[in-house]
Nanobody
Framework: QVQLVESGGGLVQPGGSLRLSCAAS????????MSWYRQAPGKERESVAG???????TYADSVKGRFTISTDNAKSTVYLQMNSLKPEDTAVYYC?????????WGQGTQVTVSS
């Protein structure tokens, strides 16, 4: 089992930055992939960025060059640095962790980009 606790969401003006964190506990040594998803009102949940245990990263086209995903040395906390935020980035952001035995989701954190 893996438990996830997210933090770092909030209200930011267009062009601003936020850093999301997702701390995993439990069987963290079994984690092989960590990622961030988001879901805007009335839209489906979409993948934003992902990182393997070997630190290979992937990004949605809409966030490339603006968002950066990373982990701590223990591979138990995943971060999402979001720069040059746009109103269309407004969504609930969810942390997702995959292990050999299952997939786990964080509770979600609201990010609102508005002037």
């Amino acid at each position: 089992q893996v438990q996830l606790v997210e933090s770092g969401g909030g209200l930011v003006q267009p062009g601003g930055s936020l850093r999301l964190s997702c701390a995993a506990s439990g069987s963290t040594s079994l984690i092989n992939f960590m990622s961030w998803y988001r879901q805007a009102p009335g839209k489906e949940r979409e993948s934003v960025a992902g990182i393997t245990r070997g630190s290979t990263t992937t990004y949605a086209d809409s966030v490339k060059g603006r968002f950066t995903i990373s982990t701590d040395n223990a591979k138990s906390t995943v971060y999402l640095q979001m720069n040059s935020l746009k109103p269309e980035d407004t969504a609930v952001y969810y942390c997702n962790v995959q292990t050999l035995w299952g997939v786990y989701w964080g509770q979600g954190t609201q990010v609102t980009v508005s002037s």
